[in-house]
């Protein structure tokens, strides 16, 4: 495949940025999208310039590094991770557009690389459990109802990756917060610090300076793992619940 | 020797919800259920013009009357006003300040550009800022009857047709109506998201009630400008 590829370059946090194009040829419709900027970046280095800077670690859908939007479209047209998206999904002469996370909260360091460590406070504030650490408890010692120990799977899911900030219009948060605060608040381990965890990651989340959510539900689309939207409803209602005791 | 116990202090209720975005926004839905309530009420009270002048002149009367002799005279009117003028307030205050953070939230837009979000959806701004000045057109048209070309104090048959006489005021009353069916279409569903009534079960049946209910007003309330377009009420 031959593509034109139109990128968002930016030297630095504070560089002026703008879209570059360049373009690739055999590509094979098996290589990952990032396998395909591999390609872009070894032609790069050998002609000398800078290779085009973007996230990656796991490369098979779990680690949650490797976003970018893809013809305006959060880890492009499936509903899978940038990593774990494939050629096939494009045509041979396609002109693809690359560009990073876009939102406040999510500066860009360089070229496809923002800074999401506004995520990691928001878990710092309360997406944990405070319990003496050891040997991994019996797992019949606290028992889980079905449904409640469902949800918590269907929410542990979220990898982090941004995605439902860079698809909300208003660079939210919130479904990101809600499947964080639902997967720990549902769970009997989670039950005593219910109330302050919601509490303290709504508030966290607004320091960062998330936008708040208007329901357009491109959070819950763009989300590879398919964390639901009435999550953030779930969340609202833990906070509700929280505000009012 | 005391022992002093002193609970970590927490905010008020009230406070947490106003400095939050999830509060401001239960604000905003409660506030707007409020309206959609109200607005339930006076779109049937509407319809009595379709049963002649003596029916709805006389409606309009007894709303003066309401809980009298516990109320004085208009009392209750008064206690509705006050509550809807809170609510609009209160709604209109939260949306400008959610607004300006969410505009904030999102500097630098994406080059590539994708249509977002429903028609309903992506016009609840704009859309809400329609009705607000619709709300003081309409309350200078057939409260304070300011601007109306009959203006006739308890009658409000002959103020009805007056006003719908004049083709700027029926396309004033049509736009807004639209606005208001689309404002609720996305509006009722997201309250019920915003304060916590949504789950996977019930989504649906609450997307067909919030596009039931704006059905619902939209005809009932542009069924009175149609009428004294067409001629059917005189
Ligand atoms: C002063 C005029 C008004 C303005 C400026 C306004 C503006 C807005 C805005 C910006 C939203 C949030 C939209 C979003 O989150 O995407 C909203 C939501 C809403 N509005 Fe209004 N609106 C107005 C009047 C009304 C009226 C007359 C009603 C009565 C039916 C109403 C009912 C609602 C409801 C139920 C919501 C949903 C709240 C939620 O998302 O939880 N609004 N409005
Ligand atoms: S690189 Fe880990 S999810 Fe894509």
């Known amino acids: ?245 | 020797m005391t022992t002093a116990t002193r609970t970590a202090r927490h905010p008020s209720t009230l406070a947490t919800l106003w400095r939050s975005t999830v509060g401001k926004k239960a604000v905003m839905a409660v506030t707007g259920l409020v309206m959609l309530l109200y607005l339930v009420a006076h779109m049937l009270g509407n319809l009595k013009v379709f049963f002649g002048p003596d029916d709805i002149n006389g409606y309009a009367a007894w709303l003066r009357t309401i809980g009298q002799p516990f109320l004085g005279h208009e009392w209750f009117l008064w206690i509705a006003r006050l509550a809807l003028l809170a609510s609009v307030v209160l709604h209109g205050v939260s949306a400008y300040q959610l607004s300006r953070r969410d505009l904030a939230a999102r500097p630098s837009k994406y080059v590539h550009q994708r249509r977002r979000a429903s028609y309903a959806t992506r016009t609840m701004r704009w859309g809400g800022v329609i009705l607000g000045l619709f709300v003081v057109w309409h309350i200078l048209d057939l409260t304070t009857l300011t601007v109306n070309p009959v203006a006739e104090h308890g009658h409000v048959y002959q103020n009805i047709v007056g006003t719908f006489g004049r083709w700027y005021s029926d396309v004033i009353y049509i736009v807004a109506m639209l606005a208001l069916g689309f404002h609720i279409r996305h509006g009722f569903w997201s309250a019920a998201q915003t304060l916590g009534a949504n789950n996977a079960r019930r989504d649906r049946a609450l997307k067909l009630t919030a596009n039931g209910l704006a059905l619902l007003l939209t005809a009932g309330f542009l069924s009175v400008p149609v009428a004294v377009m067409t001629g059917v009420v005189k």
């Open chain 1, 1 to 245: 495949m031959n593509l034109t590829l139109r990128i968002w370059r930016q030297a630095g946090p504070d560089a002026p940025g703008s879209m570059t194009t360049y373009q690739v040829s055999g590509i094979s419709p098996d290589m990952s999208f990032l396998e395909m900027l591999d390609t872009l970046n070894e032609e790069l280095i050998t002609r000398g310039d800078q290779p085009v800077a973007f996230d990656h670690d796991c490369r098979e859908g779990i680690c949650g590094a490797c976003g970018m939007v893809i013809n305006g479209q959060a880890h492009g047209p499936e509903r899978t991770t940038t990593c774990q998206l494939h050629m096939r999904h494009f045509r041979d002469g396609d002109t693809i557009d690359v560009e990073p996370w876009r939102a406040a909260a999510f500066p860009v360091v360089k070229d496809l690389v923002v800074d999401r460590s506004a995520f990691d406070r928001i878990i710092g504030s309360g997406g944990y459990i405070t319990a003496p650490t050891g040997s991994a408890p019996e797992a019949h010692a606290t028992p889980v109802p079905k449904e409640a120990a469902d949800t918590a799977f269907e929410h542990a899911e979220c990898i982090g990756c941004g995605a439902c900030v860079a698809a909300c219009p208003n660079g939210s948060a919130m479904l990101f917060t809600s499947a964080k605060v639902v997967h720990l608040n549902v769970l009997p381990q989670g039950a005593p610090e219910r109330a302050a965890r919601v509490r303290n990651m709504v508030s966290a989340m607004d320091a960062e300076g998330f936008g708040g959510c208007t329901n357009t539900g491109e959070c819950a689309t763009a989300c590879p793992k398919g964390i639901p939207l009435p999550s953030i409803a779930a969340m609202n209602r833990e906070f509700l619940r929280a505000a009012r005791g």
